[in-house]
């Protein structure tokens, strides 16, 4: 009934390793609730293992299928599906009605696409198309000029904030504009999730996203209110900022604690009660974006979308 007690185990990304965790943590220490991890196949691994011995598991991976598991199986961390959904709302709040993806020809560029045509149709905007690059490519004309063909006003381009920093320039060289364009330019919605929120993308091509739209489960710089203290908090602590990651596991601790001391009946915490308490968290403040967790055990809210203007990124209203 006092301070809860925190037990660590690292799975080093391993799913054996993964499994063996939630082992000792379940029967050893007789846990509550196990959040983490955030590989994809110690994820994966993990929330089996949770699942078959019934201790309710908050996953930081961003896998939306790892809470077809079972019910004691959340997500707490926003995918794909979330951040398309928040960037094709911003979009079209800002009148685009078109939407296509420059994407790197991996795993998570084809998922991220995929998402944004299933936001773009449910949100009635019209897909127009989608041109893949090389993961490892340095120049970009050939895709740029495919890309071209297509009648689109919102682009995404699911990559990470280095290799943002290449693309960006190249669709302006090819007269493709974030924001407004010079004369003789065109100009479109950049589309940009959470990857693409990167200290050397602004340093790099600050010009180049002026305007951009970025989904973020959580931005330290932005941070407001029990978010702000949070960040505080831990610049203190530890002497750098948090990041999404840090926020999500703090989010997912608090969640748990709450769960806990609301189910308990006498001295017994029961993890069943717990796992039906977390599957109807919304409205829990967070400092992440997620809000508690859904009828769906994933994040009740979309992620927070931040436009970069003049040189910052600041909360979209």
Known sequence: RGT????????????????????????LHQVVAIVGPVSGDAATAAAARAQELGVPLLSLSPDGQLVATGEHIFRIFSGPAEEAAALVRAARGRGATRFASLHPAHGYGRAMT????????????????????????????????????????????PDAGRRIALVAPALAAKGLWSGTAPEGGRAIQLLLPSPGVNDALVRNAARYIEGALFATQFHAPTA????????????????????????????????????????????EVDRGRVSRWLGQSVGFATVGSSGGLGASRGPARLPRVLEFRNGAFTPLR
């Open 4 to 27: 809860p007690r925190l037990h660590f185990r690292d799975s080093g990304g391993d799913p054996d390793r993964a499994r063996a965790a939630v082992d000792d943590l379940a029967t």
């Open 224 to 267: 407001t209110g029990e978010s702000a203290a949070f960040v505080a908090t831990f610049q203190d602590r530890f002497g750098g900022e948090p990041d999404a990651y840090a926020a999500a596991a703090y989010d997912g601790f608090r969640l748990i604690a709450r769960a806990a001391a609301t189910t308990r009946r006498g001295d």
């Open 114 to 157: 995929e998402a944004l045509h299933r936001a773009a149709d449910e949100a009635g905007a019209e897909w127009v198309g989608a041109v893949s690059y090389d993961p490892a490519a340095t120049s970009f004309g050939e895709p740029i000029d495919q890309l071209k063909a297509l009648d689109f006003d919102a682009l995404l381009v």
